[in-house]
Nanobody, 118 residues
Framework: QVQLVESGGGLVQAGGSLRLSCAAS????????VAWYRQAPGKQRELVST??????TTYADSVKGRFTISKNNALITYLQMNSLKPEDTAVYYC?????????????WGQGTQVTVSS
């Protein structure tokens, strides 16, 4: 079992910055990848960024060059968000992928609200 808690969201003006945190607990040694997703009202949840245990990162085209995913220990994954735009407004969720044999299991946090005003 993996438990995830997001924090760091808030209200910022366009052009501002926020850093989100995703704290993991439980069977953290089984985690192979952590991803950040976001979901705006009335829209599907979309993938924002991923980081593997080996440190390989990916970014959605819409955030590349503005967002940075990182981690400084086995428990916390960060999403640094710079040059924020109103279209970045969404609930941001972290997801951990844990391998059990041939099966990948996904665990989700509760989400943290990011609101960017124009």
């Amino acid at each position: 079992q993996v438990q995830l808690v997001e924090s760091g969201g808030g209200l910022v003006q366009a052009g501002g910055s926020l850093r989100l945190s995703c704290a993991a607990s439980g069977s953290i040694d089984s985690i192979s990848k952590v991803a950040w997703y976001r979901q705006a009202p009335g829209k599907q949840r979309e993938l924002v960024s991923t980081i593997t245990r080996g440190g390989t990162t990916t970014y959605a085209d819409s955030v590349k060059g503005r967002f940075t995913i990182s981690k400084n220990n086995a428990l916390i994954t960060y999403l640094q968000m710079n040059s924020l735009k109103p279209e970045d407004t969404a609930v941001y969720y972290c997801k951990a992928v844990a391998r059990r044999g041939l099966v990948d299991l996904s665990y989700w946090g509760q989400g943290t609200q990011v609101t960017v005003s124009s």
